[in-house]
């Protein structure tokens, strides 16, 4: 039987065990597999932009979602960039750049701030 006692030991347990001395290695985690290849992993990448890109690109992003953020600032979308919705669902809500900026701005315009009305389902 789970106890509160229990469960606020588990809890304190996995609570100090995020506090670890973070790692001062450069290497990263996550192994390089078929480097300078099609099919490279994750792991192969390195940084191209300025460390600035990758604070206001998502920013940017999120203001996509606000009703009430100006619907011309967008994020630098890839020719290839795809949306998802989070589990239970899974679905492909948005793809190719010119898909993401236009639902930006139906969902800016119908004042809505689901993903439904304004993406791939009337």
Known sequence: MITPRLLAGAALSVALSACDEPSTSSTPTTTCVGADTDAATAGCLRPTMPPEH?????????????????????????????????????????????????????????????????????
């Open 54 to 122: 990758y604070v206001t690109q998502p920013l940017l992003y999120f203001d996509t979602l606000d009703t009430s953020a100006d619907p011309a600032r967008v994020p630098t979308y890839s020719p290839w960039v795809a949306r998802w919705e989070w589990p239970p669902w899974l679905l492909l809500t948005g793809w190719g750049r010119e898909v993401m900026v236009n639902t930006a701005i139906a969902r800016w315009k119908s004042g809505s701030s689901r993903w439904r009305i304004a993406t791939l389902h009337p």
